[in-house]
């Protein structure tokens, strides 16, 4: 008797299981294809519009070979000391990842993966390598771009990173730990998230659980269709390895500074036109700072929040802001770090005006300021 309650125990259990597994299969929600609009183009070049890929839920095969080509690796050659003789030599010290954006050679990659080089090589799919030069980079964004000439690249398609939503799939390629060309696949976990890494920091980032591992910066975030939402550029670990956090700039914003570095030589962005004592940013409550600023400024009931202005300019200066004053918020939100500035002006034009309040010689006021255009030093 026993052993008969196990076969029926078994036997209702097995029907339970195929039973949910039939009403899954026909309840589940169907997926219209989506429709396929290519982007206008610019001047960093478009490539022609792919057909659409026919949707499935986590199927990238088509998308991955579709970009696969489009992604490179970047590797970074600095003149470095010989710890045996002194001597020095031109020697790879990093590799990276990088996307082609024209058929003209021309690839996007993060700064961060060619700053300080003094020969910058790429690599693509096929395993040709080309010299590259740097025609620009952008700090505050974490941008650069590159260029290689000779050769017939593949460009990627560009997508649009307004229209992520929290849960849609993405593809991550790169290089990650030096395996080439390794793709990895996620859901875009949140977006517009703030990261107050360093001073400058990345502003409204996409943030996905698609595996990012070093070497994987400046790679490539697709969606479904291989169309670029994205550049990867960090993750949040406390191994240095992927823990599913990893973070990526919104190609919305990539387009522009590409498009400036391209034609201008340089980003170019809407600033007040004032430079500030970085050292002691978000350190002015340091003992030790205030007495040498006190010493400087010749009174020490300064504020002990905010940025210290070295020298002012252009719309600053029109608007009685002067050196040693404290610009404490801007437009009503405080600010104390190149970071906060950056989470301001990202979105600002020139010509736009802005309330900032500062601390001028003891008191505190309000001016308005019409921003200017800057152009940030790499």
């Known amino acids: ?13 097995f029907v ?25 183009s610019s001047i960093i070049g478009i490539p022609t519009a792919y057909e659409p890929i026919a949707p499935g839920a986590t199927d990238f095969r088509a998308a991955a070979k579709r970009v696969t080509s489009s992604v490179v690796s970047v590797d970074r050659y600095q003149d470095v000391p010989n710890w045996m003789d002194g001597t020095r030599t031109i020697r790879e010290t990093g590799t990276g990842s990088g996307v082609v954006i024209s058929d003209t050679g021309i690839i996007i990659t993060n700064n961060h993966v060619v700053a300080g080089a003094q ?16 025609l620009g980079r952008d700090e505050r964004s974490d941008i650069a771009v590159i260029k290689v000439e000779g050769g017939k690249l593949t460009p990627i398609e560009l997508g649009v990173s307004s229209d992520l939503e929290v849960g ?18 996620g859901v875009v976990s949140s977006l517009k998230r703030n ?31 291989g169309r670029l939402v994205g550049i990867n550029s960090a993750i949040a670990s406390s191994t240095g390895q992927s823990v599913g956090i990893g973070f990526a700039i919104p ?27 970085g050292e002691t940013a978000g350190n002015l409550d340091n003992p030790y700072l ?17 940025l210290l202005l070295m020298n002012t300019s252009g719309a600053a200066l029109a608007a009685g802001i002067k050196k040693y004053d404290f610009i404490l918020a801007i437009d009503g939100e405080a600010v104390s770090s190149t970071f906060d500035l950056n989470r301001q002006f990202l ?32």
């Open 1 to 13: 008797m026993k052993t008969t309650g196990y076969i029926l125990a078994g036997i209702a259990c």
């Open 16 to 40: 339970g299981v195929f039973a949910a597994l039939q009403a899954d299969r026909f309840i589940g929600p169907k997926k219209d294809a989506d429709t396929f609009n290519s982007p206008k």
């Open 195 to 225: 990261l107050p890494i360093g001073q400058q920091g990345i502003v409204d980032a996409i943030q996905t659980d698609a595996a990012i591992n070093p070497g994987n910066s400046g790679g490539a975030l697709c969606d479904q269709q």
């Open 168 to 185: 849609q799939w993405v593809m991550a390629i790169g290089n990650p730990l030096g395996f080439d060309n390794t793709v990895s696949v």
């Open 290 to 306: 205030r007495r040498q600023i006190a010493r400087e400024l010749k009174r020490e009931d300064f504020p002990n929040t905010g």
């Open 347 to 378: 979105t600002k034009k020139v010509g736009d005006k802005v309330k900032v309040k500062v601390w001028s010689e003891g008191k505190e006021k309000t001016v308005d300021v019409i921003l200017q255009e800057i152009t940030p030093r790499t």
């Open 119 to 134: 020969q910058v090589k790429v690599r693509l799919s096929d395993k040709r390598t080309f010299d590259a030069k740097v």
């Open 251 to 277: 190609v919305d914003r990539v387009k522009k500074i590409a498009s400036d570095i391209v034609k201008y030589g340089a980003a170019r962005y809407a600033g007040l036109g004032v430079e500030y004592a």
